[in-house]
Structure formats: structure tokens, C-alpha cells
């Protein structure tokens, strides 16, 4: 199931965010695709917030992986933007459907290493503040976390 909505804040952005994070569970895997400035560090900071992560969530650019411990549910942030054309065997597998959710920037460098079932979110940017979301499940629970998307958003 896909839905598209418009988010037209930094802070809708990081609300989309902290209504997701309570619908994962671990081995979850979300593929954050988009370009530079186009709002998936900022959604990622909206998920850590709500699962009452206390470091802020800072662009994990230079930080292949950043894990966060302190909530109710581990969080893995891989940021792959540095890893195009690189050896990719750093050991990323163990935190991709492990015991926490894990949200992924760049997956296109990461290919090899994805699983079949993840969660999609395409963000684009429209202009000024408003960002185009784009949610796309591949199967049952995510599908499910779609839908409420769908029906709040
Ligand atoms: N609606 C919005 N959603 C998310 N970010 C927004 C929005 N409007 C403006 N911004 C700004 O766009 C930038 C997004 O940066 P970031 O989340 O780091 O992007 P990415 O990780 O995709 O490169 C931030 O400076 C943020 O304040
Ligand atoms: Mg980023």
C-alpha cells in the first residue's frame, strides 16, 4: 500500500516521525530515500524524540552508523551516503532487521544488504518548507502502518 501526503513544517515532519515510532517493532527496517535537505535525518529525529531517545539526532553524514540505546525500542540510523562505489562488509548486517528498528539513508549504496520487507519513505522538496512524503509498505505490518498514516495525516 502507498501513500503520498504533504508535510509542510520541519516540525509536521518530525510528528509523521513520532506517530510511526510506537508502530515498529524490532527487525523493522525503514529505507529513507531522498535527496540532500529533503527531510529524512529530520523524520528520523521525529522517530528517535517519540521513542524517548535523549541524545538529539544529528546527521549521521560523516557516522556511517549511529545506534540509540535509551528508548523504549533500539534505534540504528545507517547513513550510506559515504559508502557509494565503497566496500560495504563493515559489519552494517547485525543492526538491518535486528533487535531494533533501523532507519537507513542512501539504501541505494547499500543495496546487497537490504532485505525483502521494509518500510519505503520517498521525501521530496517542493519548495520552501513543503515536503512531498511518500510511504510505501511491502507487506502486512507495514501496509497496517500505512493505513494509519493514510487515516491521520
Ligand atoms: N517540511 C519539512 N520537513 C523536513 N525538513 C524540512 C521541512 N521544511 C524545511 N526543512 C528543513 O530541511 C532540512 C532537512 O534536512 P535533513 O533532515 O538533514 O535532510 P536529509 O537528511 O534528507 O539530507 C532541514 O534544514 C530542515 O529544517
Ligand atoms: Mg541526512
Redesign the pocket.
Known amino acids: 500500500m502507498k501513500y503520498t501526503l504533504i ?4 516540525a ?3 510528528e509523521l516521525g513520532a506517530f510511526l515510532a510506537p508502530r515498529f517493532r524490532a527487525g523493522d527496517v525503514v529505507l ?1 530515500k ?12 521525529g522517530v528517535a524524540k517519540a521513542l524517548h531517545v535523549e541524545d538529539d539526532v544529528i ?1 549521521p553524514t560523516f557516522n556511517i552508523l549511529k545506534c540509540y540505546f535509551k528508548g523504549t525500542l533500539p534505534l540504528y540510523h545507517i ?1 550510506a551516503y559515504r559508502l557509494e562505489n565503497q566496500n560495504i562488509e563493515l559489519g552494517l548486517d547485525e543492526y538491518i532487521e535486528g533487535d531494533g528498528v533501523c532507519f537507513i ?1 542512501w539504501p541505494q549504496f547499500i543495496a546487497p544488504l537490504l532485505p525483502d520487507e521494509y518500510l519505503s519513505i520517498t ?1 521530496t ?1 517542493k519548495g ?4 512531498e512524503i511518500t510511504l510505501e509498505g511491502n507487506n502486512a505490518h507495514f501496509d497496517a502502518i500505512v493505513n494509519d498514516v493514510k487515516g491521520a495525516f
Not at 7 to 10: C, D, G, L, P, R
Not at 128 to 131: A, E, I, L, N, S
Open positions: 508535510s509542510s513544517s520541519k509536521k515532519t518530525q529513507l531522498g535527496d540532500l535537505g529533503a527531510g529524512k535525518t529530520t523524520l528520523t529525529a546527521s547513513d539513508e521525501l522538496n520552501d518548507d513543503k515536503r
